[in-house]
Structure formats: structure tokens, C-alpha cells
């Protein structure tokens, strides 16, 4: 238990220092409410009203999304392998190709399908 000791000690004093700062703040803040304050917050802008069950988005965020995770995996992936390159041989340069071959058909579909186009 001694071992944990520090972690535990850490972590109290981080938990006493967040509640203890919104205690201060709602404490000490002004308290001078108003309609503007009240409402939802959307960057300036008067909120549209949206159609029942949420409407149809474009197929460009889901586009983006795709493009994203695609890459976002890649480089997860390409990290490691980075570090121990050496280590893998040929065996892992011939599964890393296949790899970025399988991205690059990701990311081929995302350019056919016009998710690179920023209108």
C-alpha cells in the first residue's frame, strides 16, 4: 500500500483542487443573469428551427469521418512500426505496403466520391 500512497496523495489533491475551484467560482463569480446568458450557446448565431427526427446530412461529413478515422489508424499504426523497423525485416516492410495499399483504397474512394472538394 505504501507503493500507492503517492498516487492516492496525488490524486486527492487534484480531486480538491477542481471541486475547491468551482466552489470558489460560483462563490466569488458575478451573479448577473440575463436572457442572452440564459439561452443556448450558438456562437452568435439565432438557432433554426431543425425538422422532426434531426433531417438528412450531407454525405460530405461522413466523407470527412471516414477520411479521418483512415488516417488517424494509419498513423497509429505506422508509429510502431517506425520503432522497430529494424527488428521486422522484411516480413514487416511487406505487411506495411499492404497496409498503406488498403488505406490508399480508402482514400481513393473518399477523393472519387468528392470528400477532398472544400466548397
Known amino acids: 500500500m505504501n507503493v500507492y500512497a503517492p498516487i492516492l496523495v496525488l490524486g486527492a489533491i487534484a480531486a480538491a483542487f477542481a471541486v475547491g475551484s468551482i466552489v470558489m467560482a460560483s462563490l466569488t463569480g458575478p451573479k448577473r443573469y440575463?436572457?442572452?446568458k440564459l439561452d443556448a450557446y450558438e456562437c452568435g448565431i439565432e438557432p433554426t428551427p431543425q425538422?422532426?427526427?434531426?433531417?438528412r446530412f450531407p454525405?460530405?461529413?461522413y466523407l470527412t469521418a471516414m477520411l479521418f478515422i483512415v488516417f488517424d489508424i494509419e498513423i497509429v499504426f505506422l508509429y510502431p512500426w517506425a520503432v522497430s523497423f529494424d527488428s521486422l525485416g522484411i516480413?514487416?516492410?511487406v505487411e506495411m505496403v499492404l497496409f498503406i495499399l488498403t488505406v490508399f483504397v480508402a482514400y481513393a474512394y473518399v477523393w472519387r466520391r468528392g470528400g477532398l472538394e472544400w466548397d
Open 34 to 36: 440575463n436572457r442572452a
Open 51 to 55: 425538422p422532426e427526427g434531426g433531417g
Open 59 to 61: 454525405i460530405k461529413y
Open 91 to 93: 516480413f514487416g516492410l
